[in-house]
């Protein structure tokens, strides 16, 4: 019941923008008529005013196109100036702001995966449009002492702002009785906010979507939970372990730096920046965001390596490699829409862009846990030959192979109270993961940009 009212949804807002073509195309068409008639009585004045009396040696109707020509001139130079203004102030306010990007921002769109709507009006717009201030205890999920840090700092602010502003212009004494029984009050609304719970019905589940939007997702545990195992069930990318290899997993990866450097494959800096910390690490965890723009809700598995042994290796080689692979493939990689927007501009004053123009789009389903992991080792040793790398940082494509190897094939993880270990493809939330997948992807794609390369036409991932 719950598919089928989402696709009804779909289904619906499909049918929404199928009609709001049609309207513009009927505009579009009622235009062109109007321009038409334009045309056509524009030629009949011409004809009419060409045969008439000329006046101080020109005609009515040269006389008649100059005064246009001047207003026309007139109405662009005010336009002109308009957009220079209008350009002046969006610059200042993209200066104003540090982390200003080349990014449009929408309000989050909650998506329902329960055969109920369980909120009123009130609510349901709260988590549309957001509230109209941020909520204090946006923290929550942070660690106790750092909230008692954080609360302390908001009540010293606030308290020492009120009274002094007390005492300087009303004359009530920094000791008086009122202000103690307000800082006692602040603190206690301070601590409600950030340590009150966060209410729920029938166990709803509430996930923020991360990566690709802001959209909020709610529905049942249960069903979460049977759509992170049907994703196990797909991909049949993961095993389960019966026990727990981490203190093998870390001593391999500590052996393979020794014994590298030893070697003198890679300098001692390096494996200093690449050498795990015996005593922060851990196991990586997996968690599950649901992909709302695809449909049936599926789920993207997210895996938390930040302390995981092989983690440090991982970004070194991300951080040495990703360069490579940015230069090499610039042509051909779509960073964000403002770059696709460029690019497609690029295309239109080619001259290539015309009516017959078919836009075509594809996806690869769950590509970073589809990757055969001795071919993605093989393709990026070749990626690298063929751009004319023989070391990289110094270091041997053959020990590159090994420490990528290392990051893709100890990738452990613990998720529902059991240890899984990774079989296909990398960790999704391991920095070299995505590197390796384009690298992957710049194989697979290679006969099909030569082609569209040989026919002037664009292609971009």
Not at 12 to 19: F, H, L, P, T
Not at 49 to 75: C, F, P, R
Not at 252 to 273: D, E, S, Y
Request: glycine residues 4%; aromatic residues 12%.
């Amino acid at each position: 019941m719950i598919e089928v009212r989402n696709k009804r949804y779909k289904t619906i807002q499909e049918a929404k923008r199928i009609w709001l073509n049609v309207f513009l195309n009927a505009y579009e068409v009622q235009l062109q008529e109007y321009d038409q008639q334009y045309e056509n009585e524009f030629l009949q004045l011409q004809a009419h005013l060409l045969n008439n009396i000329n006046i101080n040696g020109s005609s009515v109707y040269e006389q008649i196109q100059q005064h246009m020509n001047y207003q026309t001139n007139k109405l662009k130079q005010r336009v002109s100036m308009k957009i220079r203004s209008l350009r002046g102030i969006l610059i200042k306010n993209h200066r104003r702001s540090s982390t200003a990007k080349n990014t449009i921002g929408v309000w989050p769109e909650p998506y329902l995966d329960l055969l109920v709507n369980v909120f009123n009006r009130y609510e349901w717009n709260y988590l549309s449009f957001g509230p109209s201030c941020i909520r204090i205890n946006q923290s929550a999920i942070r660690p106790r002492h750092q909230q008692e840090i954080a609360i302390q700092k908001d009540h010293k602010s606030i308290y020492d702002k009120v009274g002094h502003h007390l005492n300087e212009h009303y004359f009530v004494p920094m000791t008086a009785t009122i202000l103690k029984q307000y800082s006692n009050q602040l603190l206690h609304d301070l601590n409600r906010s950030y340590f009150s719970p966060l209410s729920y019905n029938d166990q709803i589940l509430a996930l923020k979507q991360a990566k690709k939007s802001y959209n909020f997702y709610f529905g049942t545990e249960k069903e979460f939970d049977k759509k992170a195992q049907n994703f196990f069930q797909d991909t049949n990318a993961f095993i389960e372990l019966q026990e727990n290899p981490f203190n093998k997993i870390q001593d391999n990866v500590i052996h393979l730096l020794n014994q590298i450097r030893a070697k003198k494959f890679i300098l001692q800096w390096q494996r200093n920046k690449m050498m795990p910390n015996r005593i922060k690490c851990q196991l990586a965890h997996l968690y599950f965001n649901p992909k709302t723009q695809k449909d049936g809700i599926p789920v993207r598995p997210i895996e938390n390596t930040f302390h995981a042994p092989t983690t440090n290796i991982s970004n070194y080689l991300d951080e040495i490699i990703r360069p490579i692979f940015d230069k090499e493939c610039q042509n051909t990689t779509i960073i964000d829409g403002s770059s696709l927007i460029q690019a497609l501009h690029q295309y239109m004053r080619k001259g290539l862009f015309k009516s017959t123009t078919l836009f075509c789009t594809f996806d690869i389903r769950n590509l970073y846990t589809m990757l055969p992991q001795d071919e993605a080792l093989n393709i990026l040793v070749e990626f690298l030959n063929v751009h004319g790398y023989t070391k990289v940082k110094g270091i041997p494509l053959e020990t590159i192979r090994l420490l990528a190897s290392i990051v893709l094939k100890e990738n452990v993880f613990v998720y529902g109270k059991k240890i899984y270990q990774q079989v296909l493809g990398g960790a999704m939330g391991s920095s070299f993961t995505l590197t390796l997948a384009n690298i992957f992807m710049w194989k697979w794609q290679k006969e099909l940009v030569r082609r569209q390369d040989m026919t002037g036409e664009y292609y971009g991932r």
